[in-house]
């Protein structure tokens, strides 16, 4: 199984910044695509930015320009780093990764990890 472990939130002002990492750990084959959610209190939870394993990415609209989704295969994690934070960007951020295991052809959804939260000033 997998396990995802979000970090690097924090509080910041408006038109701060912010990096979030995920570590993907367990026992698993490979990772697929991976991506990042986010979650406000009483909202369903969107899709951020998404990353193939060959590097192709996308974003949401209202964070495009200002986000940037990236991933270290090696190390199997995934960070997004967030500049000209606003907020409206306020929320608690997930990730998640569409994994290959042992002796399985075709990948599966992992688990939702924690979250970490990130809190933007106005």
């Known amino acids: 199984q997998v396990q995802l472990v979000e970090s690097g939130g924090g509080l910041v002002q408006a038109g701060g910044s912010l990096t979030l990492s995920c570590a993907a750990s367990?026992?698993?084959?490979?990772?697929?695509?991976m991506g990042w959610y986010r979650q406000a209190p009483g909202k369903q939870r969107e899709l951020v930015a998404t990353i193939t394993s060959g590097g192709r990415t996308n974003y949401a609209d209202s964070v495009k320009g200002r986000f940037t989704i990236s991933r270290d295969n090696a190390k199997n994690m995934v960070y997004l780093q967030m500049n000209g934070l606003k907020p409206e960007d306020t929320a608690v951020y997930y990730c998640?990764?569409?994994?290959?295991?042992?002796?399985?052809?075709?990948?599966?959804?992992?688990?939702w990890g924690q979250g970490t939260q990130v809190t933007v000033s106005s």
């Open positions: 998640n990764a569409d994994v290959s295991y042992y002796g399985t052809s075709r990948p599966s959804r992992a688990s």
């Open positions: 367990g026992r698993f084959f490979g990772i697929n695509a």
